[in-house]
């Protein structure tokens, strides 16, 4: 069954430090979707990407986080430098189109000491 | 997401019926969804009912939506301890997949 790929499952990194969090999306799916999860929470949406585009990044703290899709496939998020605030659950989701269901992957479960 | 409220916390006793509620504010709500999630684990999507409708069942789950009152609730019929997880409550736009969630009820089964 095609699935949502992640990579790292955990990582753990000290403040001031930069990380990497990397999405290969289910085959064929156009939007792609990073979502953060910060324990006691439900997910946030942090960047929506539509093939290579960016389609909503209004919630992206762009001082310190990207994202990039170069080729419309798989994603990468990066965060640098990473705070103490920024300790959660990253989920990646995609869909293959408007109103359709979300996949979402496992997630990369960061901890910043 | 501050525009869609849950009870925190729900204990039920396996065989019995689950009730989650759910409460948004955007009146231009397309598609409601609800989403489990277990300990480590992504978000595995249960059911969702679209905004014009009033229920859907979908074997052991029920959804209701009182558009009226902006309510979604859930219920798992014959819970059982393979039910306990997280339940998130999430909402979506028309045009949009974009997905505003609730902060999630934990669901515990006790035997």
């Known amino acids: 069954e095609a699935e949502v790929a992640q990579s790292p499952r955990y990582k753990i990194t000290e403040k001031s430090q930069a990380v990497a969090f990397w999405c290969d999306p289910i085959?064929?799916?156009?939007?792609l979707y990073w979502y953060r999860q910060i324990l006691g929470q439900g997910p946030e949406l942090l960047v929506q990407f539509q093939d290579e585009s960016v389609v909503d990044d209004s919630q992206l703290p762009k001082d310190r986080f990207s994202a990039e899709r170069l080729k419309g496939v798989d994603s990468t998020l990066k965060i640098q430098p990473a705070e103490l605030g920024d300790s959660a659950m990253y989920l990646c989701a995609s869909s293959s189109g408007e109103n359709t269901e979300a996949f979402f992957g496992q997630g990369t479960r960061l901890t910043v000491v | 997401g501050e525009d869609v409220e849950q009870s925190l916390f729900l204990s039920v006793r396996e065989g019995d019926s689950s009730v989650i509620n759910c409460t948004y504010t955007d009146s231009s709500s397309t598609y409601l969804y609800w989403y489990k999630q277990e300990p480590g684990a992504g978000l595995q999507l249960l059911t969702y009912i679209f905004s014009n409708m009033d229920m859907k069942q979908d074997q052991r789950l029920t959804v209701l939506l009182n558009k009226k009152d902006k309510h979604l609730s859930l219920r798992i019929a014959d819970t059982q301890t393979g039910d306990s997880a997280i339940y998130f409550c999430?909402?979506?736009?028309?045009?949009?997949?974009?997905?505003?969630f609730g902060a999630g009820t934990t669901v515990t089964v006790r035997a």
């Open positions: 999430a909402e979506s736009i028309e045009g949009d997949y974009k997905l505003s």
């Open positions: 085959s064929g799916h156009a939007t």
